[in-house]
């Protein structure tokens, strides 16, 4: 399973980088960790798509 193995990947760099961090520097780490996994910026991608086209048809309605 591919998101599988990108989290089991995360997972390894986190342990690696958050070492000798305050957890506040850790939850940084993650969230920035989580953000560069390819299947949340695949989400992203088709959510922002879909919210542009969206925006798209409102302005064709309005103007």
Do not use: M
Request: aromatic residues 4%; proline residues 2%.
């Amino acid at each position: 399973n591919r998101i599988a193995d990108e989290l089991e990947i995360a997972k390894g760099a986190i342990v690696v980088l958050t070492k000798d961090k305050t957890p506040g520097e850790k939850g940084r780490v993650i969230e920035e960790a989580v953000g560069n996994l390819k299947a949340v910026k695949d989400f992203k991608s088709r959510v922002s798509d879909r919210l542009d086209k969206a925006k798209d048809r409102l302005w064709q309605k309005v103007f």
